[in-house]
């Protein structure tokens, strides 16, 4: 799309009025209330759903690539964030042993197909957390700070073309656009340095939107424990750290998990007043629910265009969503009225290695809500101020968090073992309570296992690699790319059809199965 045209959008977008835009959103927020009274999002059974991001490189040189559209739209993916980036969303299905399978298999037979084109095209799509080999002959501070400015409107060169994302950079709303974190730190235009990650994202719709808050509680009190087991940042692009800052510093200092410090920083303005981008609070009820996306700070007030879908009758409130950035957050949609529902959108979780450990987060995140919640697992009492604490915890040191918990059995603890057996035992539980049998739901189940038991994830598996790399005699961003290359070369082989535990050695063992 020429600039100008860009440009023009984003100018139209800037000329909503926030006052009315708000008082659609409240009045959008009005109709979602008197729905969930009608029973409209309740749905029969537990429904779930994916969406699985990536980044393309070079296949020969592992440099970032840019993917050119016409290939996004034949390969069946969606354009996310930067130029670099594709994502898949799979299609909802029942949380049973097809259901789930069925998510695996859709998974794998559209990366299949898309690395056939994208290897055509001499590039691969890569499951990662975080990119750190920049386009060849750029840097990455270049890539993502390169902006140009078309009739006063800022427009990011390597974003895509969602007039959104480049009317950030232009509202009033603000964002930080900046990067913070150890011995990195870097000012940007635009949000492109949001690009630098990517995610997956179980959904999880609850059989009765009236107990949404329920299971909101669980979730936001999991998600420290299952982000330790997923950590796989620890690494920004070489050329981002401060230049008098040592690989001996960087690799002492640097969190387990920087996708999530990115997000906020990026995202979250340096003001003194409530961030976009955060650990969610609790809520009592739906109503409080919807009335906190409705009163969420606008970023972006856009125009919005409506058709017969159901959920286009709170367009605004739909739209609103779209920045109301928690870690974990409800939704409420659905194209019709049949297929409406109210689900938890599970968002701390970073790309994996592999799809089998991709979907062992989605097997286990459903399974843990489906038992914590039947069961009524005492941890829905764990303090708030605990599981944040957890969350951000798991951030800096992955499995060498000390996690507090509070077992089944009401035991306060904060031991690795006890915290992960009663995890385990649950999300095991949950699986079977929707009809899997107990080797289905140990399959699932096993790369994260595998995991915890050896206290081994995608983070520690880089920072190995890259000190010894340094203890080699390498310098810091030789390190980098010699590890970068080493996880996009495991992931080749492994990607569809391996786990994590084949990397390190645990994929050949017999899988240990719970009494």
Known sequence: MPESDLAGQVEDVLSVAPDEFQAEVEAD???????????????????????????????????????????????????????????MSTSPQPLNTHGL????????????AAEDRTGAEGMRLVSDAMWTVPPEGETARQYLTDSVSDRGVRIASNMSDSVRYHA??????????CLDAPHVSLSAD???????????????????????????????????????????????????????????????????????????????RSVDESDKVRFPRDFDSVEEAVGRIASDRTIVPMPVSTTDRFDDEFAHFRHKHGTYWRWVRPVFGGATRSAANARIEFRPIAAQPTVRDSIAFQAAFAGLLESTYRREHPVRHLDWVVAKDNFYDAMEEGLD???????????????????????????????????????????????????????????????ERVRDEVDGGADFEDAVYEMQSQYVERQSETLIDGTFADWVGRGDTEMERED
């Open 401 to 463: 968090a000390d996690l507090y918990w509070i077992t089944n059995d009401g035991k306060e603890t904060t031991d690795h073992e006890e915290v992960y057996s009663d995890i385990f035992a649950h999300a095991k539980d949950g699986l079977q309570m929707r009809g899997l049998s107990d080797q289905q739901a140990a399959k699932y189940l096993y790369p994260l296992r595998q995991r915890a038991r050896h206290r081994l994830t995608p983070a520690s598996w880089k920072r």
């Open 101 to 112: 399978a069925a998510q695996e298999a859709e998974v794998k037979a559209r990366l299949s």
């Open 168 to 177: 950030m950079a232009n509202s009033e709303g603000e964002a930080g656009m």
């Open 29 to 87: 927020a009005e109709v979602i209330v008197e729905e969930v009274d009608d029973g409209t999002f309740d749905n029969p059974q537990a429904i779930i759903g994916f969406e699985y991001e990536f980044y393309a490189v070079d296949a020969d040189s592992g440099a970032l690539r840019r993917v050119p559209r016409r290939l996004l739209d034949l390969i069946g993916f969606e354009k996310e964030l930067g130029l670099h980036n594709a994502e």
């Open 190 to 268: 635009t949000v492109m340095p949001e690009s630098l990650i990517t995610s997956i994202q179980p959904h999880y719709q609850v059989p009765h939107a009236r107990d949404l808050p329920t299971y909101f509680q669980y979730a936001i009190r999991i998600a420290g424990p299952l982000l330790a087991l997923g950590v796989n940042s620890p690494f920004f692009p070489p050329d981002l750290y401060d230049d008098d800052a040592t690989a001996d510093e960087i690799l002492a200092d640097g969190y387990d998990e920087h996708r999530i410090g990115v997000f906020e920083t990026v995202l979250n």
